[in-house]
């Protein structure tokens, strides 16, 4: 596609309950990041992905947060047993090479846990 | 110390004037700076980016660099309406794969 898609847009989970989120990145891309974005903050890094290999997941959370891009496309964040914390933006970016170069954003899903 | 440090503003400016935001970095060794735009509910979209000291113009924006006293800047010439945003600065060293973000300035453009 033309851009970094994200879905779902919204979600709403229950407190407890897990969710996983979808990132298709713009073709080609070899980088792709997850960031996560407070009301009023910038986004902070969660991971990072060169093609399939996670190389960096240093800023994810806790361990109920688990992020996968299997074929080097596609990728998903998932969070396990949400808690109210976790409610916040999820963001992801892609950029045609390895780190260091320009990255291009997805609209986000913005995730409410109740 | 945050990594990048941003005046949150608002930053309130005249349609016309000339916006300028300032964004300090920690790490000496960082190499790769980029000013991204943020609309109220909206994702970042990247507006520049600089690698080398001195001065990067495109349009009505241009970034500056100083990497001597790890300082970047934009500048937005004749600003317009459609400029009020949140402006994002974020920094990127050679031996780590993130970009670090400020927290940003948020630019009001009154008619």
């Known amino acids: 596609g033309a851009g970094v898609s994200q879905s779902p847009r919204y979600k709403v989970a229950k407190r407890g309950q897990d969710v996983a989120l979808r990132c298709d990145p713009i073709s080609g891309h070899v980088s792709l990041f997850w960031y996560q974005q407070a009301l009023g903050q910038g986004p902070e890094f969660l991971t990072y992905f060169q093609n399939e290999a996670q190389l960096d997941k240093s800023g994810l959370p806790s361990d109920r947060f688990f992020a996968e891009r299997p074929e080097g496309s596609v990728s998903t964040l998932k969070i396990q047993r949400t808690q109210q914390e976790d409610s916040a933006v999820y963001l992801c970016?892609?950029?045609?090479?390895?780190?260091?170069?320009?990255?291009?954003f997805g609209q986000g899903t913005r995730l409410t846990v109740v | 110390q945050k990594e990048v440090e941003q005046n949150s503003g608002p930053l309130s400016v005249p349609e016309g004037a000339i916006a300028s935001l300032n964004c300090t970095y920690s790490d000496r060794v960082s190499q790769s700076f980029f000013w991204y735009r943020q609309y109220s509910g909206k994702s970042p979209e990247l507006i520049m980016s600089?690698?080398?000291?001195g001065d990067k113009e495109d349009g009505r924006f241009t970034a500056q660099l100083n990497k001597a006293s790890q300082y970047v800047s934009l500048l937005i010439r004749d600003s317009q309406p459609s400029d009020s945003a949140t402006y994002l600065c974020?920094?990127?060293?050679?031996?780590?794969?993130?970009?670090?973000f400020g927290a940003g300035t948020t630019v009001t453009v009154r008619a």
């Open positions: 974020a920094v990127n060293t050679p031996n780590d794969y993130k970009l670090s």
């Open positions: 970016a892609s950029s045609l090479m390895e780190a260091n170069t320009e990255a291009f």
């Open positions: 600089i690698y080398s000291n």
